[in-house]
């Protein structure tokens, strides 16, 4: 009797592949680095064929992308659901502590999303910057709307912050990322500080 | 700690943020244009920075020079052809790396871009990251050194944190190239040189943490302030080179003065509405409430003195 061939659809396939592949290409990425990672790697790593690969994504840039892409989305997801969830006032640290939470859970993921992405290519870069852009977004519709502030405000602490935890993933404490959250909190509220300090 | 008395009283937030008056720093550089070589050359010169001449009279050369010397006999020195060599280098390491990424940069994209042979080039550096470190250090230097020379005409800091990000606009803007080689963290590339970065971001942020000398309430900020502010303008003039918004980063002066002024002048906002999210002077305001501050006169004196 010829077995029955499972009921999976091509869609669902193609997705798990793709998610096997960009994995393997994050954990790589972790032990060796994005330059000295080679298509063949991933291919060896992943249990699969050159041509599978190649079916998916046209060349490694390209596999780098879909990965930051996925990750970012997650990233911002789950800041994005953390802001709602919380009440008003608490809002800001509530999704700083979601950010920080993310970050020791996937220490992969925030490798790439922090580390390699701002010098991996050019393109990794710019979606870079477009990620800061969107939670500088987010973090426009969270603030208190009361205070004037100079436009640049949120941009600037956001790419503050990225920095800051690009520096902590690099030296390898990404699992203690939590532990920033008041610190950075206060950062957050740097430019509401309203007495001149003299 | 001694407080400069020159800063008896201070102006407002948005006084010091407004640029329009700050004095011209490039308005010599339409005739001062870069020509490719070094204009005189005296024999006495030999050894000297012959590109340090250049870069003071006009403040920043738009162009960055990659034509190489012309063919022929040069009255150059061998050391000043060398500069110019290395110069091209520097050139073609920071084009490279912003058009492909340091994941990309080869010694053979270097010199086809700086347009010597590899021989020459193994001659001027040991390896590649040699020219690497080079480039940093070169631009760093003249980074900082031109930041120095627009503090040290300033009275007051915070006309110094203006002048110093003007100067940095200025030179994004000549040389977009150049700057975001200086502000790359190359973390995932070689360590040396992500060390070499950080270093330069230390001392940024040192020298901007010269202000807390000015504003001694500033000790209650959180350490990271300054490494944080860098990070953050830093930032944002990349992300204005990257995404090629060359004319918002012109634009965006005033902020980011204003910006870097707010922990230690505290926020131009109304200070009603802004007290209430300030979280530094929460702790006061309970404070208070528990102990409500009287008015000067002799009731306050009296309190103050038992």
């Known amino acids: 009797m010829i077995p029955e061939r499972p009921m999976i659809s091509a869609e669902f396939v193609a997705d798990f592949r793709r998610r096997k592949i960009t994995d393997v290409l994050a954990e790589l990425c972790v032990e060796q680095g994005y330059r000295a990672t080679t298509v063949a790697d991933v291919v060896t790593r992943a249990q699969t064929s050159r041509n599978t690969v190649c079916q998916y994504f046209d060349s490694r840039e390209q596999i780098f992308l879909a990965l930051l892409v996925r990750s970012i989305g997650e990233l911002l997801d789950r800041t994005k659901a953390a802001c709602q969830a919380a009440e008003p006032e608490r809002r800001l640290e509530a999704g700083l502590g979601a950010v920080l939470d993310w970050v020791a859970e996937v220490p992969a993921a925030a490798w790439v999303c922090f580390v390699e992405a701002s010098c991996a290519t050019p393109e990794s870069l710019r979606r870079y910057f477009m990620a800061l852009a969107e939670f500088a977004t987010l973090l426009r519709g969270n603030f208190p709307a009361v205070i004037s502030r100079p436009v640049i405000t949120e941009e600037s602490l956001v790419g503050g912050i990225a920095s800051i935890l690009r520096f902590r993933i690099y030296n390898g404490e990404a699992s203690r990322a939590p532990e920033l959250l008041s610190e950075l909190t206060d950062f957050l509220h740097l430019p509401f500080l309203a007495t001149p300090t003299r | ?306």
């Open chain 2, 1 to 306: 700690v001694p407080v400069d008395p020159s800063h008896k009283r201070h102006k407002s937030l948005l006084e010091y943020a407004t640029i329009s008056n700050r004095p011209p720093l490039h308005g010599d550089r339409k005739e001062e244009a870069w020509t490719g070589a070094p204009r005189r050359h005296r024999t006495a010169s030999r050894g000297k920075d012959v590109f340090a001449e250049q870069s003071r009279s006009a403040k920043f050369a738009r162009q960055e020079p990659a034509s190489p010397l012309p063919r022929g006999r040069t009255d150059l020195s061998r050391e000043g052809v060398a500069d110019h060599q290395r110069e091209r280098v520097i050139a073609a390491i920071a084009t490279m790396l912003a058009e492909r990424g340091y994941g990309e940069l080869t010694v053979e994209r270097i010199i086809t871009g700086a347009r010597i042979s590899r021989t020459t080039f193994y001659d001027l550096f040991a390896n590649k990251q040699a020219a690497v470190l080079f480039a940093q250090e070169t631009l760093f230097q003249r980074f900082i050194e031109a930041i120095r020379a627009a503090c040290e005409e300033q009275q007051e800091w915070p006309e110094k944190v203006k002048a110093a990000i003007a100067t940095t606009l200025d030179f994004a803007e000549a040389r977009p190239a150049q700057t975001q080689l200086l502000a790359a963290e190359f973390l995932a590339g070689d360590p040396a040189i992500a060390a070499r970065a950080r270093s330069s971001h230390d001392r940024l942020a040192d020298l901007l943490g010269e202000g807390r000398r000015h504003y001694p309430k500033t000790a209650a900020l959180p350490p990271m302030t300054e490494q944080a502010l860098i990070s953050a303008l830093r930032s944002l003039i990349t992300r204005g080179l990257v995404m090629e918004e060359a004319e918002q980063i012109a634009g965006m002066g005033s902020q980011l003065v204003e910006l870097t002024l707010i922990p230690y002048l505290g926020s131009a906002a109304s200070p009603r509405s802004a007290r209430r999210h300030d979280f530094l002077s929460r702790r006061r305001l309970r404070a208070e409430r528990l102990h409500p501050r009287l008015p000067p006169g002799p009731q306050r004196a009296a309190r103050l003195s038992r």
